[in-house]
Nanobody
Framework: QVQLVESGGGLVQAGGSLRLSCAASGGTFSSYVMGWFRQRPGKEREFVAAVSWRDTYYADSVKGRFTVSRDNAKNTAYLQMNSLKPEDTAVYYC????????????????WGQGTQVTVSS
């Protein structure tokens, strides 16, 4: 059983930056695909980014602004968010799965509790 805990959310002005962290425990972190999703007010949860053992993947809406990474020695995944916009306001979730297929869908086995990101205009 994998436990995921996100941190790093907060309030930031438009154009600012935040770095989210996702600390994992209870599994072999290096073997998991780590995904980041978000749920904006009144919207469904949506894919943001994912990182496998060698590749990264992004939603078009964040490409060029967000960077996903992982540190297997620390069992932690990161989401660096730059040039934030008010429409990035959401609860951000990290998730883990063992297979890369359908990495941009909600087919992840493990989920964190979420962290709130609010971008003011």
């Amino acid at each position: 059983q994998v436990q995921l805990v996100e941190s790093g959310g907060g309030l930031v002005q438009a154009g600012g930056s935040l770095r989210l962290s996702c600390a994992a425990s209870g599994g072999t972190f290096s073997s998991y695909v780590m995904g980041w999703f978000r749920q904006r007010p009144g919207k469904e949860r949506e894919f943001v980014a994912a990182v496998s053992w060698r590749d990264t993947y992004y939603a078009d809406s964040v490409k060029g602004r967000f960077t996903v990474s992982r540190d297997n020695a620390k069992n932690t995944a990161y989401l660096q968010m730059n040039s934030l916009k008010p429409e990035d306001t959401a609860v951000y979730y990290c998730a883990a799965k063992q297979h890369l297929g359908a990495y941009n869908t909600l087919t992840y086995a493990y989920w964190g509790q979420g962290t709130q990101v609010t971008v003011s205009s």
